[in-house]
């Protein structure tokens, strides 16, 4: 594991508790056990404090990062053969083969804890954008847990651009979008899935964290609550989270109530 870093880093890491692995129903594992049946596990790295500053909130939190196994498995042979031929300016590489998944610790979370499972969005988490209301929805989920009594995570998922489809892909939909489509309308014109999201890293981190114990998750889709409860998750409470609703983005929040999310008129009105 991180044969690509100082092996005496990774070493105190695991001594400090800031290194730890566990299968996909959150039990701990030996971190340094590379057999094959832990190749679907977890590995996390944290806490870190986070100190961070969103438009309606501003606090510290405990930062998370996770990589399965069999991914950090490819990239450490990779590092290995870029170390051997010299070549460590092509270590940028590492990450596109890596999915870094990420958990903020907010509050002090204690029974029935608050949770935001989001897939990342580059436009409209860091750009901004106005298209969709992830951005809003990331900002105003942080807020609220961090204002619940209860405390809470948000789980970040990496590679769920798109809801699935990738970045590329993403903007080829826009372009149909503005041509008239709706979103799962201009994803089938491409031949890809309404959502091909992948919640199983979710399931285990939310395991590993909580256990299988209630939790409160922020959602209007009815498929991520379907998803967690396939990984055996069975106390599960829905909380509406509708943020930002406008112009730009009133005919996609349309789309997706067409398509089952828990979205009324009185929340597409703005």
Same mark, same amino acid.
């Given at each position: 594991?991180?044969?690509?870093? /100082?092996?005496?880093?990774?070493?105190?890491? =695991?001594?400090?508790?800031?290194?730890?692995?566990?299968?996909? $129903?959150? $039990?701990? +594992? !030996?971190?340094? /056990?590379?057999?094959? &049946?832990?190749?679907?596990?977890? #590995? +996390?790295?944290?806490?870190?404090?986070?100190? =961070?500053?969103?438009?309606?909130?501003?606090?510290?939190?405990?930062?998370?990062?996770?990589?399965?196994?069999?991914?950090?498995?490819?990239?450490?042979?990779?590092? &290995?053969?870029?170390?051997? *031929? /010299?070549?460590?300016?092509? @270590?940028?590489?590492?990450?596109?083969?890596?999915?870094? /998944?990420?958990?903020?610790?907010?509050?002090?979370?204690?029974?029935?804890?608050?949770?935001?499972?989001?897939?990342?969005?580059?436009?409209?988490?860091?750009?901004? &954008?106005?298209?969709?209301?992830?951005?809003?929805?990331? *900002?105003?989920?942080?807020?609220? =847990?961090?204002? !619940?009594? #209860?405390?809470?995570?948000?789980?970040?998922?990496?590679?769920?651009?798109?809801?699935?489809?990738?970045?590329?892909?993403?903007?080829?939909?826009?372009?149909?979008?503005? %041509?008239?489509? *709706?979103?799962? $309308?201009?994803?089938?014109?491409?031949?890809?899935? *309404?959502?091909?999201?992948?919640?199983? !890293? %979710?399931?285990?981190?939310?395991?590993?964290? =909580?256990?299988?114990?209630?939790?409160?998750? +922020?959602?209007?889709?009815?498929?991520?609550?379907?998803?967690? %409860?396939?990984?055996? @998750?069975? @106390?599960?409470?829905?909380?509406?989270?509708? %943020?930002?609703?406008?112009?730009?983005?009133?005919?996609? +929040?349309?789309?997706?109530?067409?398509?089952?999310?828990?979205?009324?008129?009185? !929340?597409?009105?703005?």
């Amino acid at each position: 594991m991180f044969t690509y870093l /100082n092996p005496a880093v990774r070493e105190r890491l =695991i001594r400090d508790g800031k290194l730890v692995r566990f299968d996909e $129903q959150g $039990q701990l +594992l !030996d971190p340094d /056990n590379k057999a094959p &049946s832990t190749n679907a596990a977890i #590995n +996390l790295i944290g806490p870190i404090p986070l100190p =961070i500053d969103l438009p309606s909130i501003k606090t510290t939190v405990q930062w998370y990062a996770a990589v399965r196994s069999s991914e950090l498995s490819q990239v450490e042979a990779l590092a &290995s053969d870029l170390k051997q *031929d /010299n070549n460590q300016h092509l @270590f940028a590489h590492l990450v596109s083969s890596m999915a870094v /998944n990420c958990v903020l610790v907010v509050g002090e979370p204690s029974e029935n804890p608050l949770v935001r499972v989001h897939s990342n969005c580059l436009t409209g988490d860091v750009f901004g &954008s106005q298209r969709c209301d992830c951005g809003p929805q990331l *900002d105003a989920a942080i807020r609220r =847990i961090h204002d !619940d009594s #209860n405390g809470g995570y948000l789980v970040y998922m990496s590679g769920h651009e798109g809801r699935g489809i990738g970045l590329w892909a993403k903007a080829a939909t826009y372009l149909l979008q503005d %041509a008239g489509e *709706d979103t799962y $309308q201009a994803n089938r014109s491409l031949g890809l899935p *309404d959502d091909c999201r992948d919640f199983s !890293d %979710a399931a285990s981190l939310l395991k590993y964290f =909580i256990g299988n114990k209630p939790l409160r998750l +922020l959602t209007n889709n009815p498929k991520k609550l379907k998803d967690l %409860a396939e990984f055996g @998750f069975e @106390f599960i409470t829905a909380v509406k989270h509708v %943020a930002s609703v406008g112009e730009w983005n009133r005919k996609y +929040l349309s789309a997706k109530r067409s398509w089952g999310h828990r979205l009324d008129d009185e !929340d597409l009105s703005g």
